[in-house]
């Protein structure tokens, strides 16, 4: 409603409110006046006067008490003419003290309306310009109109879309550098793997030819295979299937890994909290459990010491938050740096000695997470540990929605 | 001396009372019928020498006998040859004392000079208005020598002052929900009510509930030197 269809409706109100006004003041106003000055109330008045009079001459003994009463009703009398006097200008003035009481609530109800009518003209020139920039492809959209009314309600959908946008940006950005990355080490993998095999037969004939120097060849042998080891770990990331979704509840999921692996890291207590309610998702197992795994794995080597095995604990948190199903698994080991944080994700990146690891196990992790339509995110880290999240929708439709998403 | 000094702060009194009874919707411009009242002029003074029988009409006796105070307001208008202007004024209240069947009257004329009596019978109150004297005004500016053109309006105001204070009052009393005469001490007392209410009631008896002239009659006359 624009502003003149505001103001065309406040003089209707004030149009239909005078004509009420004109209406009840004829109907119930003014006749009140009437029936309180009717000539015969002044005539019973007038009478009664009389009989007080003729009560007083019969019944001298009592003749003050009925001249106060005389006076009385003489002076309720004289009011009443007084007021029969001034009876159409009372009336008048009531009309009007009504009127004017009602002109001055239609002027704040129209004053209310065309301030709202401003307002809401202002909200909506702002989530015009949020649609617009949402339009034109701006992520990040803040309009701030926090009111729970159909146009707060728009204006969070449009942040909320703006957000999602964001991320879907991040999570494709994230995908085709990963595919990037699988694409290296595909080729990678490919251009070892000859020379590797070709290495390896050398080395046999080698032992055949010259039996003396076992150590020797054992030690070749030995980096041989370590760099076989690494091609074959090219080839795994290179080669990352699409998962393959079963319905599952994340909650006994992240339970059942916590029982099975239970005791793969010495020293490492694995801890799962039972989720309030059922949290349905789509996931292929197996991938999940070889997420978990890299992150356990991870917490199990920060919380290593350096005079012994692993001591720390690890637990898995399952719920919902935001319409997802949200696993948390949090490690009470030092943190993670901030230097590190920025290239968390990134293949080959790995704070571990070198040939310790590739550093490929969280952008692994990462892309099964961004293939399930999810997301892996390193939420909190201190001093006192660092906690990662599993978001996963609530359920994917079938195989194929995560084929689509992982090619 | 006294008196000199009094007599036009008198006349303005009158002269504003005047006022508000010739602002009256129904006020008439018809002279009293075939009598017109009597002058007499001794110097600067103009006196009132008597009027028309106008109460023994029925619209105003009936009135008279509401046990209201009637107020009878006389303004006088005269100027001389000269074109000289002078202004004054009188006012006679009359009312009737139901229990003892009595007429209160009282004057107050331009010179200050006031009267009170007690008439027991129309036929006397009759008699006291048709002969009733007063002074109109005292125009030393005016040519003594000449006559006068002179306009007297007089205007029937159906109750006074006071009792118009006291009906204001109790109207008050009975919109904010009290009124009745048992209560009414009650309810002066507690001054009920919330106070934006009753201010706003208050102003609308207040301003409502005002003195308005029932009847007005106008004469023009000529007033000669020592005559009437």
Known sequence: ?407 | MRRAARAPLLTLALLVLGSAASAADDAQSAGGGSEAPALERRGARLRLAGLPPLIAAEEVREHLETGLTTTFVLEATARDGNGRKAEGGARAAVRYELWDEVYLVSTIGADGITMRRRLESFEQLLEWWRGLALTLLEAPDLDHSGRWEVRLALSLVPFSQSEQDDAQRWLTRSLEGGGSPATEELAEAAEGGPAPLRGLLDVLAVTSIARRSLRRWEWRLTSAPGGR
Request: glycine share 8%; net charge positive.
């Open chain 1, 1 to 407: 409603m624009n502003l003149r269809a505001t103001l065309l409706a406040v003089l209707a109100m004030a149009l239909g409110a005078a004509l009420t006004l004109a209406v009840v003041q004829s109907r119930l106003g003014a006749p009140w006046l009437s029936l309180a000055a009717h000539p015969e109330v002044l005539a019973q008045l007038d009478s009664s006067m009389a009989d007080l009079k003729r009560l007083a001459e019969t019944d001298p003994d009592n003749a003050a008490e009925y001249r106060r009463r005389f006076a009385e009703t003489e002076r309720l009398s004289r009011r009443l003419r007084i007021v029969a006097h001034n009876r159409e200008r009372l009336a008048r003035r009531q009309g009007w003290a009504l009127g004017g009481a009602l002109a001055l609530v239609l002027l704040a109800t129209g004053s209310g309306l065309v301030v709202r009518q401003h307002r809401d003209q202002a909200r909506l020139e702002r989530l015009s310009g949020a649609l617009g920039a949402l339009a034109a492809g701006d992520t990040g959209i803040e309009i701030g109109d926090r009111r729970r009314d159909e146009m707060g309600t728009i204006a969070a959908m449009i942040e909320r879309a703006s957000r999602t946008m964001a991320r879907d940006r991040r999570r494709l950005a994230s995908l085709e550098n990963l595919s990037a990355w699988q694409e290296a080490a595909r080729r990678q993998a490919h251009e070892l793997r000859t020379p590797l095999t070709t290495a390896r037969l050398l080395l046999d004939r080698l032992e055949r030819q010259a039996p003396g120097h076992t150590a020797d060849a054992a030690s070749m042998r030995h980096e041989l295979e370590r760099l076989a080891g690494s091609v074959e770990r090219f080839a795994a990331f290179a080669r990352l299937p699409a998962p393959r979704p079963e319905p599952g509840d994340l909650g006994e999921l992240a339970c059942e890994f916590a029982a099975t692996f239970a005791g793969a890291w010495p020293g490492l207590t694995l801890r799962a909290v039972p989720a309030v309610g059922p949290l349905p998702v789509a996931v292929d197992r197996g991938m999940l459990r070889q997420v978990l795994n890299n992150l356990c794995a991870n917490s199990a080597q920060a919380t290593t010491r350096a005079d012994g095995p692993p001591a720390g604990t690890v637990t898995l948190s399952a719920f919902r938050e935001g319409g997802r199903a949200v696993l948390e698994v949090a490690d009470d080991g030092p943190g993670i740096a901030a230097a590190v944080r920025r290239w968390l994700f990134e293949p080959y990146a790995t704070t571990r000695a070198p040939g310790e690891g590739m550093g490929l196990g969280l952008a692994i992790s990462r892309k099964i997470l961004l293939d399930h339509g999810g997301e892996l995110e390193l939420t909190r880290t201190s001093d006192a540990g660092a906690a990662f999240r599993l978001l996963l929708p609530p359920a994917l439709p079938d195989a194929r929605a995560a084929d689509d998403g992982g090619a």
